[in-house]
């Protein structure tokens, strides 16, 4: 194998993790569970504020950044949004919002900002929809370059874009943009009624995903595990191997060839610890390359 296929060949395996103590913290904490693409909050996901960064700050962490092995960066919007919302000062929240990561990501030289849909929540599910298709247009109309991608939902009660039928749908009528793409979330779509539990089952899922979206359409692959039952519609994420996705379904995602090379970045309850962590992207990283177990 010459050098340029190994480069082709490397997976794309990282993490979410925190920014406490400044954005350049980020880059030695993905370093050091063996992450090489990573996700990050740009401002804390609970609250409205604007994210806010010292320009030292930010050109610390591009240095970081360029210095690393990692090939992928994407930012999390805040968990607040309701792009599809009825309540006009709501929505209105979540454009700006919506926004200002955009922003922030072409500054960082983010990959996409991930957004969850929002909730039919006090109104039709049509009304919603049409809402976050206005939202997300908005959005791109106001920005540039940095892509917005709609991140799968596990089905909860009223949440929009659980199956690749909304979807496609919403991708559609959002138009003929390369700015809209997918974030698949494995624990979400299996909360959703997607079987992932063993190759056939992989293939037909992402048969069907290719046939209704598109793969060229999925731009990253949340990896979390899930306790779960398969469509109980219920977002829980659990740390890779301690779920039911299990062994056998990992392997059968992590070999899939239509998904393999996508970057998988985990969003696991303990990512953030050194070990576990480490652990949890090694397993990953063994069965992308089709070995049975850690030391193999
Ligand atoms: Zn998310
Ligand atoms: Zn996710």
Redesign the pocket.
């Given at each position: 194998m010459n050098e340029k296929n190994k480069t082709i060949q490397e997976p794309l395996i990282g993490a979410h993790v925190g920014i406490g103590g400044g954005l350049s913290k980020a880059i030695p904490r993905a370093l050091e569970i063996g992450a090489n693409c990573i996700q990050i909050f740009v401002s804390a996901p609970q609250q409205w504020r604007e994210p806010a960064h010292p320009d030292e700050e930010v050109q610390l962490f591009i240095d970081a950044y360029n210095q690393s092995n990692f090939r992928a960066i994407f930012l999390?919007a805040i968990?607040l949004l309701n792009p599809a919302a009825p309540n006009t000062e709501l929505r209105e929240k979540s454009i700006s919002s919506i926004i200002s990561y955009l922003h922030w990501g072409k500054r960082l030289g983010a990959q996409g900002v991930?957004i969850?849909l929002g909730s039919s929540s006090g109104t039709t599910r049509e009304e919603a929809e049409k809402n976050l298709v206005n939202s997300v247009k908005t959005a791109l109309d106001n920005t540039d370059e940095v892509p917005v991608l709609l991140?799968t939902s596990a089905g909860t009660k009223n949440s929009l874009g659980s199956t690749f039928d909304d979807l496609a749908r919403i991708l559609y009528k959002i138009g003929d943009t390369k700015r809209a793409a997918i974030?698949l979330?494995t624990a979400h779509i299996w909360a959703a009624g997607y079987d992932l539990s063993s190759e056939d089952a992989v293939n037909q899922t992402f048969e069907e995903f290719d046939q209704k979206i598109g793969l060229d359409k999925l731009k990253l692959i949340?990896a979390n595990d899930t306790n779960v039952r398969i469509g109980g519609g219920r977002d829980r994420h659990e740390n890779i191997g301690e779920g039911i996705i299990g062994e056998r379904g990992w392997k059968a995602l992590l070999t899939n060839p239509g998904i393999r090379f996508k970057p998988w970045i985990l969003?696991t309850p303990q990512i953030a610890d050194k070990n576990s962590g480490a652990e949890q992207i090694k397993k990953l990283r063994q069965w992308w390359e089709g070995k049975d177990d850690i030391g193999n």
């Open positions: 999390h968990y991930v969850h991140e974030c979330d949340h969003e």
